[in-house]
């Protein structure tokens, strides 16, 4: 219910407001299970691609959607849950992988549309990065399905990380690619090269798509990487603005200091010349 309320009220302001574009929507079946797997460029991802596509997608998403407590939270994990999203837990919980594994089996064997982001979490630059090997692939060999790759287009300037309310006169787009057929593969889904394999095949089509500049380590690695970046260039101005801080007290103490002796000497010039006086 919340899901058809959804399309039929956010996809007509998301259409009025942004004028999204969208290319090889007849990729899509009509009919049948199939994966989306797709860039992720912004949280307005979740809002774009499923409220302009005719069918229901359901993505996994991070469990912290579903569990942040506060009315944000709750208002956060009412939307997930009305259409349909599966929470996934990636904090590395033994069988929370397995677990997300088998919900996304499930919509196939439903015939349905399951979405994953390979990625496994927001860009947080707009480049694209390495998939990360296991969902994506093994579902798709465990169940046959062909996987659609997607292109999310400018969806970060729209919504940029961080940012609550999003940029309006920013038209984003979507690009469909063909589906990719691993079936010749299937059976192999415990083989840690094949799922590799199968995964950099659909990584490299979304970055044909895309146009994104790929970086070969995972998003969540260049994540802590530009992290710890900021911090040491914060430290690095906090450093130089105590050093400008303190050259400037010690250029004042220096320019008292020389104040102090030109009065000094002043005063004893001043003293000379009236004991000169004194003397004629």
Known sequence: ?????????????????????????????????????????????????PALIKRRVTFIAKAEYFNTPGLKGKL???FFKGVGQLPVDRS??????????????AVIE?????????????????????GKVGGLARVALQTGAPVIPVAMID????????????????????????????????????DRFILRSVTDEVMYEIMRLSGQEY??????AAKRQ?????????????AEHKAEKAAQKEAEKARQEAE???????????????????EQ
């Open 215 to 220: 970086v070969d380590i995972y998003a969540t």
């Open 110 to 130: 439903r015939g349905e549309l399951f979405g994953v982001y390979p990625e496994g979490t927001r860009s947080p630059d707009g480049k694209l990065y390495r």
């Open 226 to 238: 530009i992290a710890d970046d900021k911090k040491r260039a914060d430290a690095e101005r906090r």
């Open 155 to 190: 969806t970060e300037k729209v919504q940029p990380p961080g940012q609550v309310v999003p940029n309006f006169g920013i038209r984003p787009g979507i690009r469909i690619g063909r589906p990719l057929d691993f079936s010749r593969y299937q059976g192999m889904e415990n």
């Open 92 to 105: 590395g919980v033994r069988g929370a992988g397995e677990a997300a594994i088998r919900s996304a089996i």
């Open 260 to 278: 102090k002796a030109a009065a000094d000497e002043s005063a004893g010039s001043a003293e000379d010349a009236g004991d000169g006086s004194a």
């Open 1 to 49: 219910m919340f899901y058809r309320i959804m399309k039929m009220i956010v996809a007509p302001l998301l259409r009025i407001f942004f004028r999204p574009w969208m290319e090889g929507e007849e990729n899509i079946p009509d009919e049948g299970a199939a994966i989306i797997a797709s860039n992720h460029l912004s949280f307005s991802d979740s809002f774009f691609f």
């Open 76 to 78: 956060t994990a009412a």
